[in-house]
């Protein structure tokens, strides 16, 4: 399509040229290839060091990614601290003791203001610290495409309407990946992303108290550790079998009942998503694929490019 040879275009392909050009986003595969390097090494190195000493920061780290880009876009808006102008999106209720690994972001920049000062932006850095994790945890990888800006002010109403509860219901579930323009299929699969990482007490005492379509064996596993009031920030693993590799076994324990959070339970509960657990449960590779395709689109949520936005020379504020 010619959006830039006709001077003269009717209303639906101007937009649709816009829209075009909002999708491409100017990112591109090889933005830091000449102007930094050495950025995807460093960035894979540190976080293949941080995963190889605590596995569970390797979730901590995909989970940033996805707490950024659901909150007006992948803009590392979630890396913001407080200022008098602002409330960032740390306190948000998804977010607030619970979302973790900005140390790890923090050194990874650091490296990088020493190598490329003023480079590679810390929405970029997110973006491809989620990826490394995944392949540190023995996942697909995927082609990150890089050039995003960073926010100059994050949104803390914005983050406890947008971040999905682990409460939803499965209408909640697809309605709230919806808004950001993902399938339901597209939802089960990033979903998978729990076959990593742990939960507080907080968020499952009352599935494994008031629930019956849980396990009972595993239910009862769980309660020494999660009693039935103190030890919120006690955790459990989101998928019981191989809790620190990537894999399929989420979805198959999903197909006997022990999601742990509700959320999780609810994409086997009878339901339209069903079809698709057992499809990932069965077929681990369509599973990583679906996964990985997934995921560059999350990457790809409202970036900020060209001029808009400024690539922060410390993640936790703006310059």
Same mark, same amino acid.
């Given at each position: 399509?010619a959006?830039?040879? *006709? +001077? ?7 937009l ?10 100017? =990112? +591109?595969?090889?933005f ?10 460093t ?10 000493s605590?596995a !569970?920061?390797g979730?901590?780290?995909l989970?940033? %990614?996805?707490h950024?880009?659901?909150? /007006?876009?992948c803009?590392?808006s979630i =890396? ?14 998804a977010?607030?003791? *619970?979302?973790r ?9 650091s %490296?990088?203001?020493? @190598? ?8 970029d850095?997110?973006?491809?610290a989620?990826?490394? &994790?995944?392949?540190?945890l023995g996942?697909?990888?995927?082609r990150?495409?890089?050039?995003? !800006?960073?926010?100059?002010?994050? &949104?803390?109403s ?9 409460t939803l219901s =499965? ?5 709230a ?8 299929k597209?939802m089960?699969?990033l979903?998978g *992303?729990?076959?990593i990482?742990q ?5 499952f !005492? ?5 629930? /019956?379509?849980?396990n009972a064996?595993f ?5 020494? /550790?999660c009693?039935s ?8 693993? =989101? ?5 620190t %590799?990537?894999? $399929? ?6 197909q ?6 509700h +959320?999780?339970?609810?994409l086997f509960?009878?339901g ?5 657990? $057992?499809?990932?449960? +069965? ?23 060209? @001029?808009s936005g400024?690539?922060r020379k410390?993640?936790r504020?703006?310059?």
């Open positions: 399509m959006c830039e040879s *006709s +001077s003269v275009k009717p209303a639906f392909l101007l649709l040229c816009f829209l075009l050009g909002a999708a491409s986003a100017q =990112l +591109s595969g090889t830091y290839s000449t102007s930094c390097p050495s950025a995807l090494s960035i894979k190195s540190i976080v293949s060091s941080a995963v190889s605590e !569970r920061m979730a901590s780290l989970r940033l %990614h996805f950024d880009c659901f909150v /007006n876009g803009d590392a =890396l913001l601290d407080d200022t008098a102008n602002f409330t960032g999106e740390k306190t948000a209720g977010n607030n003791n *619970s979302v690994g900005y140390e790890v972001i923090d050194k990874i920049k %490296h990088l203001e020493n @190598s490329c000062p003023g480079v590679m932006s810390c929405a850095i997110l973006a491809v989620a990826r490394d &994790s995944v392949v540190a996942g697909p990888s995927w990150v495409l890089l050039g995003r !800006r960073d926010s100059t002010t994050a &949104s803390l914005t983050a406890n309407s947008d971040l999905p509860s682990p =499965l209408s909640g579930l697809i309605s990946f919806s808004d950001k323009g993902f399938t339901a597209e089960v699969a979903s *992303s729990h076959t990482g939960a507080q007490c907080l968020f !005492r009352t599935r494994l108290y008031n629930e /019956n379509d849980i064996t239910a009862t596993s769980l309660k020494e /550790n009693p009031s103190g030890g919120d920030n006690n955790l459990s693993p =989101l998928d019981t079998t191989s809790p %590799h990537f894999d $399929n076994a989420y979805f198959k324990n999903l006997t009942q022990k999601g742990l959070l +959320s999780d339970q609810q509960s009878g339209s998503t069903d079809a698709q657990v $057992n499809t990932y449960s +069965s077929n681990s590779a369509t599973f990583m694929t679906d996964f990985a395709n997934a995921m560059v689109k999350m990457g790809n949520l409202s970036p900020l490019t060209g @001029s400024q690539v410390n993640c504020k703006v310059n």
